[in-house]
């Protein structure tokens, strides 16, 4: 195990016993979200741009759809879907302050909390996004779970996560050549020592298929160098066609 990695596994250790939105609130203040898709290296802004790209294109079609997005963030994600009614869900007010600025004007209602335990009724969603969400929660299990439970018949949700071994390993080559001090770049954006979880591909869809059944595996920025694993899923119910992983 490499240094960085133990040292966030040393520090989901010193969070275990913490609220839930004090450490979001702290993740929204040490890791400004804004920044993190204006100003961080170029390289993580390409990336973050494919994962948004991707996003758009698995949720397709979203007019007049009932639209969720569980853990907002800064409203980047739900403001590509203009014309939907949209649901934005947080656990941190920070982030909710964020989001209601950059949506402002949208049609959007705002949530406070755990998606498991709001008063949502099931299948009321056509559209559910969950992106670079559970690897901050302590119970990705339930937050699955509800996400099966809200959406609509036919729905789709779009789930997303860190390729986190990955990025490790390119993040300790980065440094084991000392690219970034020559170049002065920062690589520690995204607040990764805040995470509780990680999954490889296989581990993951394993965790999705116990909720969901997979329509399609992509990631960003691209295959050869998959950082972000994005998911398209359905009910389990719901028929259609098979996995296509790209």
Same mark, same amino acid.
């Given at each position: 195990m490499n240094d960085? $990695?133990?040292?966030?596994?040393?520090?989901? $250790?010193r969070f275990a016993d913490q609220d839930i939105e004090a450490l979001n609130d702290r993740l929204a203040t040490e890791h400004p979200i804004d920044d993190y898709y204006a100003r961080s290296p170029w390289p993580i802004r390409f990336t973050e741009s494919r994962r948004l790209s991707i996003i758009r294109d698995m949720v397709g079609p979203h007019e007049d759809l009932e639209v969720l997005e569980i853990g907002v963030g800064g409203g980047h994600v739900l403001e590509m879907f203009g014309g939907a009614s949209c649901t934005a869900v947080d656990v941190s007010d920070v982030y909710l302050e964020l989001a209601k600025r950059r949506l402002a004007g949208r049609e959007v209602r705002f949530l406070k909390g755990e998606v498991q335990e709001l008063p949502l009724s099931p299948a009321s969603f056509d559209r559910i996004i969950c992106t670079e969400v559970l690897e901050h929660t302590e119970d990705p299990d339930a937050i699955l779970a509800s996400i099966a439970r809200l959406l609509k018949p036919a729905g789709v949700?779009?789930?997303?996560?860190?390729n986190e071994r990955l990025i490790d390993r390119v993040k300790g080559a980065i440094r084991a050549t000392r690219v970034d001090r020559a170049?002065?770049?920062r690589i520690d954006w995204g607040g990764d020592a805040h995470h509780f979880q990680s999954w490889t591909d296989a581990e993951f869809r394993t965790l999705l298929s116990r909720h969901l059944r997979i329509t399609a595996r992509r990631a960003a920025p691209f295959g050869l160098l998959p950082l972000r694993l994005c998911y398209r899923c359905v009910r389990k119910e719901d028929a259609g066609p098979p996995l296509t992983p790209r």
């Amino acid at each position: 195990m490499n240094d960085e $990695h133990a040292g966030q596994r040393a520090a989901r $250790h010193r969070f275990a016993d913490q609220d839930i939105e004090a450490l979001n609130d702290r993740l929204a203040t040490e890791h400004p979200i804004d920044d993190y898709y204006a100003r961080s290296p170029w390289p993580i802004r390409f990336t973050e741009s494919r994962r948004l790209s991707i996003i758009r294109d698995m949720v397709g079609p979203h007019e007049d759809l009932e639209v969720l997005e569980i853990g907002v963030g800064g409203g980047h994600v739900l403001e590509m879907f203009g014309g939907a009614s949209c649901t934005a869900v947080d656990v941190s007010d920070v982030y909710l302050e964020l989001a209601k600025r950059r949506l402002a004007g949208r049609e959007v209602r705002f949530l406070k909390g755990e998606v498991q335990e709001l008063p949502l009724s099931p299948a009321s969603f056509d559209r559910i996004i969950c992106t670079e969400v559970l690897e901050h929660t302590e119970d990705p299990d339930a937050i699955l779970a509800s996400i099966a439970r809200l959406l609509k018949p036919a729905g789709v949700a779009v789930i997303t996560i860190p390729n986190e071994r990955l990025i490790d390993r390119v993040k300790g080559a980065i440094r084991a050549t000392r690219v970034d001090r020559a170049l002065g770049l920062r690589i520690d954006w995204g607040g990764d020592a805040h995470h509780f979880q990680s999954w490889t591909d296989a581990e993951f869809r394993t965790l999705l298929s116990r909720h969901l059944r997979i329509t399609a595996r992509r990631a960003a920025p691209f295959g050869l160098l998959p950082l972000r694993l994005c998911y398209r899923c359905v009910r389990k119910e719901d028929a259609g066609p098979p996995l296509t992983p790209r």
